[in-house]
């Protein structure tokens, strides 16, 4: 498929908003702050098409991004203590508008950051999505910033954070600095594609 053909599609911030499900939509789901949007633009190879925000919790809307034959989505980031109950209540409606209102969603790339332990919040989204029966795939942001030691416990304690959350799942290593797993990510776009043309 042609990585090359996006573009930003619209940005949603109520789930009254949210456009029609026409294709299938491959989300990335992840705190704020955890890299979503400099892994989404490295993997598909632009600089800025997702934003880049130096402020945790500013990505407060479900931004479609169009691919051939499917959508990426940015969903909104979460966990930042100081987005007010209002806000987290609203990010909590529109999340579960989303995804229990039938859209056509084969993947979630869920992303952690390998620096730190697998939080609250990460912890309930795998399960949340466990329990939608959605499949997912996790992606171990900002590796770059571990040494090589580091690195390894670091992969062998987040399947002891996860538990069964983490048994038979993909857990991808990924820099956007140096581009580390982001060709697994695309071919895992592809094979989704393929399917979907297939």
């Known amino acids: 498929m042609n990585f090359n053909n996006v573009s930003f599609e619209a940005a949603f911030g109520t789930f009254e908003q949210l ?16 890299g979503k ?11 800025s098409l997702a934003r880049v925000s130096t402020k945790p919790g500013k990505t407060v809307t479900v931004n479609f991004y169009k691919l051939d034959g499917l959508r990426l989505v940015d969903l909104p980031g979460y966990g930042y203590a100081k987005v007010d109950f209002k806000e987290r209540q ?3 409606e529109l999340m579960e508008g989303y995804f229990k209102s039938g ?15 697998a939080t609250d919040f990460d912890i309930s989204m795998l399960d949340f999505l ?25 992969m062998s304690s987040i399947y002891e954070e996860l538990g069964e959350l983490a048994e038979g799942v993909e857990i991808i290593p990924t820099s956007a600095q ?3 797993g982001c060709e697994q990510i695309r071919e895992i776009i592809s094979q989704i594609y393929d399917g979907v043309e297939g």
Request: charged share 25%; glycine share 4%; hydrophobic share 30%.
């Open 19 to 34: 456009c029609e499900s026409t294709v299938p939509e491959i989300c990335f789901s992840g705190r704020s702050n955890v």
């Open 37 to 47: 949007s400099s892994i989404i633009n490295k993997t598909l190879g632009r600089k």
């Open 90 to 92: 609203r990010w909590a």
């Open 103 to 117: 859209r056509n969603i084969p993947l979630v790339f869920q992303l952690i950051d390998s620096r730190h332990p």
């Open 130 to 154: 466990s329990q939608m029966e959605i499949p997912y795939v996790i992606i171990l942001t900002k590796c770059d910033k571990l040494n090589k030691t580091e690195f390894n416990t670091r």
């Open 178 to 180: 140096n581009g580390k």
